[in-house]
């Protein structure tokens, strides 16, 4: 190996084959680790996690391209060091200054970020970034690019369920991804041994993903190692894996007391044998490339520099309480465009297959991932059938695993911040994913505004397959695929949540909601999706709804945030109901029930956006009918029916005439597979209209 003495500043990021800048950046990530651990003990900042031993990360990130992203864990302030040279970032962000690289103060320190240098938001979950790692490899397979991703975690994280979707994410696909474990044999006070079975390397051969163990303790080897993981990726002959063997030197963060549960004799045990910084120094002195009184001398210059610009930190802004709801949800901003296109009469499932072809034709790297979206059929729904059929390779089926699902598609939206389709067969089956989803959805706050994740999640809502419930076709699709899910959707932060109720708005709003910079869950009501549009007892079709089945052909785009108010009968309102999803035609054949036989006149509010719901639509319909209908096809435990029927009580009360009436699924597991049983789960044309005919009466 030939070795490279050129002199570096200690800012300067080390070079690859800069034995001494290595080592330079080893140092100051320990000094840095020192300073901030110190600091925290006088009550400067409330919190510290620490790097003592996991330097040698430091060389790991040498082996590789300064275009090769990074996914890094919270011990990994040498990993930053190296690729950025960055030595203010992590005190600006220890002492919360607006000025931080990494989240503005907003996150915990040694939580790392750079769009610049292409290291992704780093997150407090342990291993949590993972599937979002294999995301970005996937992307990156996608355009036959030779960048890779590494993704490091510590051994507590190879046990957890966001490792192993990496590991089939990686295995599956062939990504080019390097999986660093830093097994330090401390999962927080647990003592190694119990996160997975038997040896981790022959665990990871025979899962087809290459990997070798190596002494981290040993900078010259790991980086030789690295480098032979790293041409093995680049080569095309898929992912590999380094188990990398550490001491960790303190204890697992500031709120530790590492004498509570580590014995006097294996904390120095470790100090003495497991120290990369003092066994690199060594090497470096014995090989006449430092003068074992540089040791010392570099230790007190770093020491210096940091005190120095730890002056410079204290003196540049905190964050202010009135940025807090700053960054949480990014609206596209709708530009009015009238559809151009031959209106034709489809069905929900057609527009969604329509939608997504266009998605496709504008974007290239656009793509959907789900369980079957890629076979002939389009998936058990059918709904990415147009795009097999006419855009091969654009629709790809996954393995059955919902996270993996989230993470291949965030992952790659977190890169280049443009969305793709997540197709989740039945919501009910989102919940393997859920920690996945929350992230996505708070990466632009936690990062205050510096990383968006454009997701689109398209999933099956709500009870069966066929028509409306009013027309009697029941589903039989009982516990485990009839949950509604607004429930769970509309109480993330940073989350968009659409629930069309027409085929014209299915279409206009999945092309809007790719514009979205914040994460979207697109609800499509089974029932919906074959229906016709509502009719009323005598079987006519309500035509001021009829309309939303003529679809126009091509790009057309809907507000998102915006519901539509529709009158049905003349005069003055005397009520407005608000719904959502197959509600929306069940409201409307009760209301036009109502009308035929009184000659009143109901407003409709068809919120289609809940979250963020249209507030102003919504007490504009209150004020002017006084009374108000709040129906859901929700079961009524914590729904978002609830909270909307609790708004307006906060909001809206000197405009009511009486108590808004709220109208649910039974307090029950949704829903029964019985059909007489399914009909008297929901709410239908028939209980509606009773309930208007009450509220009226009072």
Sequence with gaps: MTINLRATQTETPAGSLDVVALYRTMVTARVTNDLLKTRKTQGRFPFYIGCAGHEVMAAVVAALDENDWLALYYRDLAAWLQRTGDIHGPIQEAYSRITGPMNAGRNMP?????????????????????PFAGGVGFSLKQEKSTTLILCSMGDGGAAT????????????????ILIVVEDNGWAITQPGGNQWSGSLVDWSNAGNVYAEEVDGSDVMATYETTCRLVEHIRSGQGPALLHLRLGLLDA????????????????????????????????????????????????KEIRAQLEKVEQEVLTEPEPTAD??????????????NTPRGTRRTLTMLGAINEALVELAQRDPGFFVYGQDVGSPKGGVFGATASLVSQLPGRAISSPLNEQMIIGIVAGAGLRDGKARCAEIQFVDYHQSAT????LAARFFYQT???????????????????????????GGGAYGHSNTGEQWFTTIPGMITICPASPFDAKGLLLEAARAQSPVTFLERGR??????????????IPEMAEYWNVPEGYYTLPIGKARRLRLGTGPVSLAIIAWGTMVLEACSAAVNVINRTGISIEVVDLRTLAPFDEEAVAAAVKEANRVMVVTEEIDLTSFGRHLHSWIVQNCFYDLDGTPVFLSAVPAPPAPYSGTEEEGFYPSAVTIEARINDLLAE
């Design 528 to 541: 919906l999706y074959r229906s016709e549009p509502p009719k009323d007892a005598q079987g006519k079709i």
């Design 323 to 336: 940025r807090v709801l700053e960054h949480v949800l990014s609206v596209p901003e709708w530009r009015e």
């Design 161 to 176: 369920n966001d490792f192993s979707v990496l590991f089939r994410q990686a295995g599956i696909h062939r990504l080019p």
């Design 110 to 130: 040694s939580h790392y970020a750079s769009k610049e240098y292409k290291i992704l938001p780093s997150v407090s979950e342990v291993a949590g970034l993972a």
């Design 252 to 299: 697992h963060s500031s709120s530790t007391d590492i004498r509570s549960y580590r014995t006097k004799e294996e904390i120095a045990q470790t100090a003495a044998t497991k120290d990369a910084v003092k066994n690199f120094g060594l090497w470096l002195v014995e090989k006449n490339l430092l003068q074992e009184g540089d040791i010392e001398r570099i230790r």
């Design 448 to 474: 205050n505004g510096k990383w968006n994740d454009p997701l689109l999640i398209r999933t099956k809502s709500g009870s069966g397959g066929g028509g409306p419930i009013s027309s009697s076709s029941v």
């Design 435 to 438: 920690q996945s989803i929350r």
